[in-house]
């Protein structure tokens, strides 16, 4: 069955850099996105990948993450260079549009 698995998440301070990472397993025909939420605040994508690599960000995080992938290993990255405060929040992957099972998501908290 299909796993959402995040990891790579942190509490670092601002102008560093994390690594996430996601195991999405059965899902490597699918477009990948990473989202989101902070506290008090819906889900919101922040980049998306398609199965042949094509990415696309959110204007927030636009020249700040790269989102990129590894079929083979079922795996999507995100690297996230220049952390802001503002990117404090739990951190998930899912198929875009996401289905309604969610993994557990990581924290990335980002003093200033």
């Known amino acids: 069955q299909v796993q959402l698995v995040e990891s790579g998440g942190g509490f670092v301070q601002a102008g560093d850099s994390l690594r996430l990472s996601c195991v999405a397993s059965?899902?490597?025909?699918?477009?990948i996105g990473w989202y989101r939420q902070a506290p008090g605040k819906e889900r919101e994508l922040v980049a998306r990948?398609?199965?042949?690599?094509?990415?696309n960000y959110a204007d927030s995080v636009k020249g700040r993450f790269t989102i990129s992938r590894d079929n083979a290993k079922n795996t999507v990255y995100l690297q996230m260079n220049s952390l802001k405060p503002e990117d404090t929040a739990v951190y998930y992957c899912?198929?875009?549009?996401?289905?309604?099972?969610w993994g557990q998501g990581t924290q990335v908290t980002v003093s200033s």
């Open positions: 990948i398609t199965s042949i690599g094509v990415p």
């Open positions: 059965g899902l490597s025909i699918n477009a």
């Open positions: 899912n198929v875009v549009p996401p289905r309604t099972s």
